[in-house]
């Protein structure tokens, strides 16, 4: 395993210089930070980040679980008849819920995309505030959880684990 810093790493009389290293990488590249000139930064290579790989994994199986739990112990069970009338119709109403309920399960999906896609890119900078962003939304939406469900939800675990992960992966 290469170690090598950003921070000691220069470009000195057409070759590169290195000095006592203490950034972790796999693979080392070079890519030219504002565009042409001697200016470069370090960019962090990993095959594949296996925190980001399993929150990914973990996000895709909540959005299922959610989908087909929430519609057939819940969704299923309501009736247009003991809801409002949303624009004129209780039947509108409960097509609105499905609705909303259906695009939490498709949230969760893109961010397991997401992850997944960010699993098997290089690690730079950008790339690590994205992940952490990723990570204090699932965070947030587990406290959430759990504050509303008074801890009888499971969800709320499922999501700490995700934004755990995430956090992890993004270190």
């Known amino acids: 395993m290469n170690r090598v810093s950003a921070t000691q790493l220069r470009f000195e009389g057409g070759r590169w210089v290195r000095g006592v290293a203490d950034l972790q990488t796999t693979t080392v590249r070079y890519m030219p930070s504002g565009g042409f000139g001697r200016s470069w930064e370090l960019v962090r290579e990993k095959t594949m980040n296996a925190y980001l790989l399993a ?25 247009a008849a003991g809801l409002p009338q949303v624009l004129g119709s209780s039947a509108f109403a409960l097509r609105v819920l499905r609705l909303f309920w259906h695009l939490v399960s498709v949230a969760w999906w893109g ?23 990723i990570a204090l939304t699932f ?16 969800s709320w675990g499922v999501l700490l684990i995700v934004a755990v992960l995430a956090w992890l992966g993004g270190r």
């Open 55 to 79: 929150a990914a994994g973990l996000s895709a199986a909540g959005g299922v679980l959610h989908s087909v739990l929430g519609e057939r112990l819940i969704l299923s069970k309501l009736t």
């Open 111 to 133: 961010f397991a995309g997401l992850l997944a896609l960010l699993a098997v890119m290089p690690v730079s900078d950008e790339h690590q505030r994205l992940i952490w962003a």
């Open 139 to 154: 965070l947030a939406s587990a406290v959430l959880s759990l504050g509303v469900s008074r801890g009888k939800h499971f």
